[in-house]
């Protein structure tokens, strides 16, 4: 073990990878062109903002939000949202009773196309092993201390249904509009991992 | 399969570590495992049960160090090895070159690879078949219990909630392909999918539980029997 092999393994991975991917094209099973383009894709097109563009609308359109807590995928596409490892969505509310939060115990599926692709923590051993068992402790670490009469929803996600979190609407946002809205809705508030929502520059 | 990959409740992982600026991707191999995997979905090789399960049969060891798409590494090279499309002495020798620097890789053995795929040989992606209909055994409100199977193969039962009972709270009435033969080859049994609530108490016992808390999981119809009323 010497200095210059200080990441031998993330080295061994990259190696590969380009191996494989040099191979896959000279088969012709794909292109690297069209693996740029999935790539650009998740880097530029999918992320939280879709999200937060949905839960701003149904916080604005009282007919939207009841079509997107019936039926989460139909409501997307009205907005033109949908693809990959998403078939079917349910967006479950939190209300000053109950809070939900997201999980899978078995992999780490998340709703793609509405999210982009979840983060490290998401995927972790730690966030899949503790977060079904001891939800309020999680959530605490994470900064959303719940007492103890709101009632913890996790949603263990191991089924090809996707989960979706519409945080409440802070008060006093009634004159800000949609835009700005979605400004305020991070990916956590999407996964349950973030209550409160905070009003940047303003009186809360 | 009792495999490290069903995590749930499991102890000693530690506080969850948060990064607030990671990128989309955090390593370029990644981004590229990610997305040709993300691609070669769409081409009939693999259903995403299989895919799921090839993860699953990692070492335990190397599912734990390998990281997120590391294991998306495995199971692309085993899956396209099992299909005939690529080897693994491929993939060694021509990682051996590309570490080497070499310019000239060692030509490739076209005869026998099983690519293109024939139309008959190509599966279908995707878990909800819309043009199916299902007949739901139970209903909102009943009370089930989780069946007490720990099947070798792949499974969408999580360990923690085997023999547990809850309630049904939703019946996602489409027709659901059962992962846990769909993996194998062994049919795609559509069901429906229940969405059951389960009390903290129920699943970790009442000294260890926290309060008020419910974890709500989806269970094929195949995973669930109903409760005796009495």
Known sequence: MGHNHAHPKKAWQAIRTEAIESLLNEINVLSSDDVDQ??????????????????????????FKKRLLADGLAACEELGIGGPETELLHV??????????????LCSCYPWPILGLPPAWYKSSAYR?????????????LGVVLADEIEVRVWDSVSEIRYLVMP?????????????LIDLISRDHMIGVARTIELNGQEN | ?????????????????????????????????????????????????????????????DYISHTYYGRWMFAMERILERRNILNREEVDRRTEEIAADRRKFTPLQPAGRNWPLAEGDKVPWGAWRKNEVVEPEFSEGQWVRVRNIHPPGHTRVTNYTRGKAGEVFRVNDQAWVFPDT?????????????????DAQTLWGEEYAEPNSY??????????ELMQED
């Not at chain 2, 370029?28 to 691609?39: A, K, P």
């Not at chain 2, 979905?41 to 049969?57: A, K, M, P, V, Y």
């Not at chain 2, 769909?182 to 389960?198: D, I, K, S």
């Open chain 1, 38 to 63: 999935v790539v650009r894709h998740y880097e530029e097109n999918v992320g939280p903002r879709t999200g937060a563009s949905v839960i701003a609308r149904a916080w604005v359109d009282p007919g």
């Open chain 1, 92 to 105: 479950v509310e939190n209300t000053p009773a109950v809070h939900n939060v997201v999980v899978c115990t």
């Open chain 1, 129 to 141: 092993s503790r977060l079904v068992r001891e939800p309020r402790k999680v959530l605490s670490e």
């Open chain 1, 168 to 180: 409440e609407r802070p008060d006093n946002t009634e004159h800000l509009s949609e835009s700005e």
């Open chain 2, 1 to 61: 399969m009792n495999g490290i990959h069903d995590m749930g409740g499991l102890h000693g992982f530690g506080p969850v570590a948060v990064d607030p600026d990671e990128p989309v991707f955090t390593s370029r191999w990644g981004s590229r495992i990610f997305c040709m995997t993300q691609v070669i979905d769409s081409l009939g090789i693999w259903n995403l049960d299989e895919h799921r399960h090839e993860i699953e049969l990692m070492a335990p060891e």
């Open chain 2, 182 to 198: 769909r993996a194998h080859y062994r049919g795609e049994n559509l069901q429906a999918v229940y969405t059951v609530r389960f």
């Open chain 2, 215 to 224: 974890v709500y999981i989806d269970l094929s119809e195949n995973h669930l």
